[in-house]
C-alpha cells in the first residue's frame, strides 16, 4: 500500500512537470547587456512564433546556470506594455536548470507571431578582478555571460549588443562576428542557434561607478491621524568594490581632482516633494555635511559620510523625515482607511539591498487590517509597541525582503478599520493626566504635613 502511494504521487508529480513543446520557435532575438553600473540589466526583445497547428497560452523563459542567487528582478511584457505573470517551474527532463512560465495575456495561434520584452537586472555578476587595488588603480571588473541568448527553443537569429560605460577595454571573448566601437561590444548576427546553447563570453573592463551595497535596511514608518507620517531608515553600506590595499592617504586624496575614481564621496538620495523636518545622523551625532535642494516634484538630499568610502569599508546613519498623512491616508469608509506608500524608497541610484525589514505602526485602536504588496515578501509575526499615553499597544506589522533594487520600489497597501473617537484619546489622557498632577499640587501646597512637637505653656502662680 505505501509503495503504491508512492508510485502515485511520483505519477501525479511527472504530470504536473511542464514540458518543452517544440513548436515555439524564437524567430528573432534583439538583446541588449547593460554593465556600466554595478548592476546587470538585461533587456531582450523576442519575436516568437508557434509553427504547429495547436495554439499555445504560455511560453518557457530559461535563465542562465549560475545566476539563480543574483536574480533580483524579472518581468516580461507584450507589445501593449501590459505586464505578464510569471511562474516559476520545473520542467521535465531539465530539472536542474530554472524556468519561468509566462502566460500569455492571449493563446498564441498556430503560424502566429509575437513580441516580448523580457527584463531581468541581476546583481553581484560583476567581479572586480583584482580584488584588490591600491588608492590610485582603477578598478577592473569582470563579466561573465554567454555569446547566446539562452533559451530552450531554437533561435533562427540574434544578436547581443554589450554597453560597458568605459572605452578601458582590457580583453573580451571574440566569437565572430563581433565589432567594438568605443565602450560597445556587439555579437553576432547569429543563426540558427539550437536549444539550451551557451558560449562562454568574459568581458574585462573598467568601471569606476559607485559599488555601493546596503547590506541592511530597517524602516519605519509610524501612522498618525494628526497630519503626519513619520519615516525613518537605518541604513548599513559596504563598498563592494576592490578592496583597498594598503594604506589610505588623505593628502594624496585631496590632490586627486579626477571625477572617475572608484571611491565613493557623496550620493544623492530622492524624499518625496512634500518632506520635512529631515535629519542625517550616525553613531556620533548629526551630519552636517549634506545638502538639501527643492525640486519641482521631488527633494533631492546630497549624503557625504564622514569619511570617503573605498572597498571593504563600512559606514552606517540613521536618516529620517515626516510627511503629510493626507497625500498617503485616504478615508474610505465612516471608520475604514487606506494607507498607500512606498514599501522600499530610493536610496542612491542603481542601488542593491540585500535585506531590507520594513515596519508599519498603526494607530491604537486598529482591526481588520488587511495588507497588500506589490510582490511576494516574507511577513513577520505581527508585535505591539508603546508610545507615549499609550493604555494598549500599536500594532507593528513587519515585512522582510532581501536581494532588490530600484525595480522594487513600488507601493503596498494597508486597509483597517479604527473609530474616528480614538482621535481624541491621547488629548484627553493628557487633559486628565495633567488635571491630576495640578490637583495633587494643590492638595500638597494647602495641607502642611511637617513634624513638630507643641511649645508647651508655663503658668506662673502666685
Given at each position: 500500500?505505501?509503495?503504491?502511494?508512492?508510485?502515485?504521487?511520483?505519477?501525479?508529480?511527472?504530470?504536473?512537470?511542464?514540458?518543452?513543446?517544440?513548436?515555439?520557435?524564437?524567430?528573432?532575438?534583439?538583446?541588449?547587456?547593460?554593465?556600466?553600473?554595478?548592476?546587470v540589466?538585461?533587456?531582450?526583445?523576442?519575436?516568437v512564433?508557434?509553427t504547429?497547428?495547436?495554439?499555445?497560452?504560455n511560453?518557457?523563459?530559461?535563465?542562465?546556470?549560475?545566476?539563480?542567487?543574483?536574480v533580483?528582478?524579472?518581468?516580461?511584457?507584450?507589445?501593449?506594455?501590459?505586464?505578464?505573470k510569471?511562474?516559476?517551474?520545473?520542467?521535465?527532463?531539465?530539472?536542474?536548470?530554472?524556468?519561468y512560465?509566462?502566460?500569455?495575456?492571449?493563446?498564441?495561434q498556430?503560424?502566429?507571431?509575437?513580441?516580448?520584452?523580457?527584463?531581468?537586472?541581476?546583481?553581484?555578476?560583476?567581479?572586480?578582478y583584482?580584488?584588490?587595488?591600491?588608492?590610485?588603480?582603477?578598478?577592473?571588473?569582470?563579466?561573465?555571460?554567454?555569446?547566446y541568448?539562452?533559451?530552450?527553443?531554437?533561435?533562427?537569429?540574434?544578436?547581443?549588443?554589450?554597453?560597458?560605460?568605459?572605452?578601458?577595454?582590457?580583453?573580451?571573448?571574440?566569437?565572430?562576428?563581433?565589432?567594438?566601437?568605443?565602450?560597445?561590444i556587439?555579437?553576432?548576427?547569429?543563426?540558427?542557434?539550437?536549444?539550451f546553447?551557451?558560449?562562454?563570453m568574459?568581458?574585462?573592463?573598467?568601471?569606476?561607478s559607485?559599488?555601493?551595497t546596503?547590506?541592511?535596511?530597517?524602516?519605519?514608518i509610524e501612522i498618525?491621524h494628526?497630519?503626519?507620517?513619520?519615516i525613518?531608515?537605518?541604513?548599513?553600506?559596504?563598498?563592494?568594490?576592490?578592496?583597498?590595499?594598503?594604506?589610505?592617504s588623505?593628502y594624496?586624496y585631496?590632490?586627486?581632482?579626477g571625477?572617475?575614481h572608484?571611491?565613493?564621496?557623496?550620493?544623492?538620495?530622492?524624499?518625496?516633494?512634500?518632506?520635512?523636518?529631515i535629519?542625517?545622523?550616525?553613531?556620533?551625532?548629526?551630519?552636517?555635511?549634506?545638502?538639501?535642494?527643492?525640486?519641482?516634484?521631488?527633494?533631492?538630499?546630497?549624503?557625504?559620510?564622514?569619511?570617503?568610502?573605498?572597498?571593504?569599508?563600512?559606514?552606517?546613519?540613521?536618516?529620517?523625515?515626516?510627511?503629510?498623512?493626507y497625500?498617503?491616508?485616504?478615508?474610505?469608509?465612516?471608520?475604514?482607511?487606506?494607507?498607500?506608500?512606498?514599501?522600499?524608497d530610493?536610496?542612491?541610484?542603481?542601488?542593491?539591498?540585500?535585506?531590507?525589514?520594513?515596519?508599519?505602526?498603526?494607530?491604537?485602536?486598529?482591526?481588520?487590517?488587511?495588507?497588500?504588496?506589490?510582490?511576494?515578501?516574507?511577513?513577520?509575526?505581527d508585535?505591539?509597541?508603546?508610545?507615549?499615553?499609550?493604555?494598549?499597544g500599536?500594532?507593528?506589522?513587519?515585512?522582510?525582503?532581501?536581494?532588490?533594487?530600484?525595480?522594487?520600489i513600488?507601493?503596498f497597501?494597508?486597509?483597517?478599520e479604527?473609530?474616528?473617537?480614538?482621535l481624541?484619546?491621547?488629548p484627553?489622557?493628557l487633559?486628565?493626566?495633567?488635571?491630576?498632577?495640578?490637583?495633587?499640587?494643590?492638595?500638597y501646597?494647602?495641607?502642611?504635613?511637617?513634624?513638630?512637637e507643641?511649645?508647651?505653656?508655663?503658668?506662673?502662680?502666685?
Open positions: 500500500m505505501f509503495n503504491l502511494l508512492i508510485l502515485c504521487a511520483l505519477f501525479i508529480n511527472a504530470y504536473s512537470l511542464e514540458t518543452v513543446n517544440k513548436q515555439i520557435v524564437n524567430k528573432n532575438i534583439e538583446r541588449s547587456i547593460d554593465l556600466s553600473s554595478q548592476l540589466k538585461i533587456s531582450a526583445t523576442l519575436t512564433e508557434n504547429g497547428k495547436e495554439s499555445a497560452s511560453i518557457l523563459i530559461l535563465l542562465e546556470p549560475k545566476t539563480k542567487s543574483n533580483s528582478y524579472i518581468s516580461v511584457k507584450n507589445s501593449l506594455k501590459e505586464e505578464l510569471l511562474t516559476e517551474v520545473e520542467v521535465q527532463d531539465h530539472k536542474s536548470k530554472q524556468f512560465k509566462v502566460e500569455l495575456s492571449q493563446s498564441l498556430g503560424g502566429r507571431t509575437i513580441v516580448l520584452t523580457l527584463e531581468i537586472v541581476l546583481t553581484k555578476s560583476l567581479i572586480p583584482p580584488s584588490s587595488i591600491s588608492q590610485k588603480d582603477r578598478q577592473l571588473v569582470r563579466y561573465f555571460g554567454s555569446h541568448f539562452y533559451s530552450p527553443y531554437n533561435t533562427l537569429k540574434q544578436k547581443t549588443t554589450v554597453n560597458l560605460g568605459s572605452r578601458n577595454i582590457e580583453s573580451y571573448t571574440k566569437l565572430k562576428p563581433v565589432s567594438q566601437l568605443e565602450s560597445t556587439v555579437y553576432g548576427q547569429y543563426a540558427n542557434v539550437q536549444p546553447s551557451i558560449d562562454p568574459v568581458i574585462h573592463y573598467e568601471n569606476n559607485p559599488f555601493l546596503v547590506t541592511s535596511l530597517k524602516r519605519l498618525s494628526w497630519g503626519s507620517i513619520a525613518e531608515e537605518n541604513i548599513d553600506i559596504l563598498h563592494s568594490g576592490a578592496k583597498l590595499k594598503g594604506p589610505f588623505r594624496d585631496q590632490r586627486d581632482v571625477s572617475s572608484h571611491s565613493v564621496k557623496s550620493y544623492k538620495t530622492v524624499l518625496p516633494a512634500a518632506a520635512h523636518s535629519y542625517y545622523r550616525d553613531s556620533n551625532g548629526n551630519i552636517s555635511t549634506s545638502q538639501v535642494r527643492v525640486r519641482k516634484d521631488w527633494i533631492e538630499l546630497e549624503l557625504r559620510p564622514r569619511f570617503p568610502l573605498f572597498g571593504g569599508w563600512r559606514t552606517s546613519y540613521t536618516l529620517g523625515y515626516s510627511v503629510p498623512s497625500q498617503y491616508l485616504f478615508k474610505t469608509d465612516k471608520n475604514q482607511y487606506l494607507l498607500h506608500m512606498r514599501l522600499l530610493h536610496i542612491f541610484d542603481d542601488m542593491q539591498v540585500d535585506l531590507l525589514e520594513t515596519k508599519i505602526v498603526l494607530p491604537v485602536g486598529v482591526s481588520n487590517v488587511q495588507l497588500t504588496t506589490p510582490y511576494e515578501v516574507e511577513r513577520l509575526p508585535s505591539l509597541t508603546y508610545k507615549y499615553l499609550d493604555k494598549k500599536r500594532l507593528v506589522i513587519s515585512l522582510r525582503k532581501t536581494n532588490l533594487v530600484e525595480h522594487h513600488q507601493d497597501e494597508v486597509v483597517y479604527w473609530p474616528s473617537s480614538l481624541f484619546h491621547e484627553i489622557s487633559t486628565f493626566a495633567l488635571y491630576v498632577l495640578f490637583l495633587v499640587i494643590i492638595i501646597v494647602r495641607l502642611d504635613f511637617s513634624l513638630h507643641a511649645k508647651s505653656e508655663h503658668v506662673k502662680t502666685q
